[in-house]
């Protein structure tokens, strides 16, 4: 039996623990003299790492500006963004940055408009390897340019970048060569996605399309809709983070399982019956920075209240459960 506490060794980094934090952008954060990232985030990070968490996987970063370090690859964010990686590293968090490619309609892209975009993804990588992150996660999932190209519905492109689900990945795979060849031999890189692209059939191609170019890590969340399917009898977490479930039973590299995981039960279940091999805490994460510790100790946490409208994403000091101002 897996426990949560059992180390993870995933391209030659030790993740502490089964517990990840998931990406979630702190939307009424501000950074430093104009800067996308600054000392709040710092903090934001530094106390959920201290909590304990084996690994945090910072909010979603556009990888547009990195070739030429504007937007949020700007010399205040980037310091930032070391310093952020530093502090995790000082608590023993495993640390990765999720990248990001906006919300574009994929088939009006053009070749070179592709290729411009695969340019900044690879420089997105890289940059955050110089940084001192120990990987990125491409963000595949939640409808937004990537999940487009991957979704077997949306995508109407008759170049190599539509079709069967290794055309629908190339977008990345691609790219993955060049990345490795500018990163060192430890740097990880992972892809966020759905089960259903937009049939369970499609997520499954996709995800055995990505291990085998190389991708070293899935996280499962939900592609253009969440999933509405019921999850079977006993299951005691929701439909979305049984798609992680069903991915794991498809591929050989590790799998995230995500989505309304706020309690020590759900984490131990998902863990120690070996249904996914991380649990990755959103809101939880936010409501309690200790949940980790909290969770491996069988102390109790700092439960989310689960709003029907999350405070995180207008004013996270009126959150209920406390602990934020």
């Not at 492109?157 to 190339?170: F, H, K, P, Q």
């Not at 939880?284 to 491996?296: K, Q, S, T, Y």
């Not at 069988?298 to 602990?323: I, M, Q, Y």
Request: aromatic share 8%; hydrophobic share 40%.
């Amino acid at each position: 039996m897996t426990r949560i506490t059992d180390k993870l060794v995933i391209r030659g980094n030790h993740i502490k623990n089964r517990i990840v934090m998931a990406p979630m952008v702190t939307f009424s954060f501000h950074g430093d003299n104009g800067s996308y990232y600054g000392k709040q985030h710092i903090e934001h990070y530094t106390k959920r790492a201290k909590g304990g968490a084996g690994l945090i996987i910072v909010q979603a970063t556009s990888v547009f500006g990195a070739l030429y370090s504007t937007g949020m690859w700007s010399a205040d964010d980037v310091a930032a963004l070391k310093q952020i990686a530093h502090n995790c590293h000082e608590y023993g968090a495993t640390i990765m940055m999720q990248l990001h490619c906006g919300n574009m309609d994929i088939n009006e892209l053009s070749a070179e408009e592709i290729h411009s975009m695969q340019m900044n993804m690879k420089q997105a990588a890289v940059r955050a390897c110089e940084i001192g992150f120990d990987g990125v996660e491409f963000h595949f999932a939640h409808g937004f340019t990537l999940c487009k190209f991957l979704d077997a519905s949306f995508n109407r492109r008759t170049d190599g970048y539509g079709g069967d689900a290794l055309n629908r990945a190339r977008i990345l795979t691609k790219m993955l060569p060049e990345i490795r060849n500018n990163t060192h031999k430890n740097f990880i890189v992972g892809v966020r996605m759905g089960e259903y692209l937009p049939e369970s059939r499609e997520g499954i191609e996709a995800a055995r399309a990505f291990e085998k170019a190389g991708v070293d890590l899935l996280h499962i969340s939900f592609g253009m809709q969440p999933p509405t399917n019921p999850v079977p009898e006993g299951f005691i977490c929701s439909p979305v983070t049984y798609s992680g479930c069903r991915i794991k039973r498809e591929v050989n590299i590790p799998v995230i399982a995500v989505n309304e995981i706020r309690t020590e039960e759900q984490v131990r279940f998902l863990i120690e019956n070996d249904y996914v091999d991380l649990a990755a805490i959103g809101r939880g994460m936010l409501a309690d920075p200790e949940f980790a510790n909290h969770v491996i100790k069988s102390e109790p946490v700092n439960t989310c209240a689960g709003c029907k409208r999350c405070f995180w994403f207008t004013d996270h000091t009126l959150c209920p459960a406390g602990n934020n101002k």
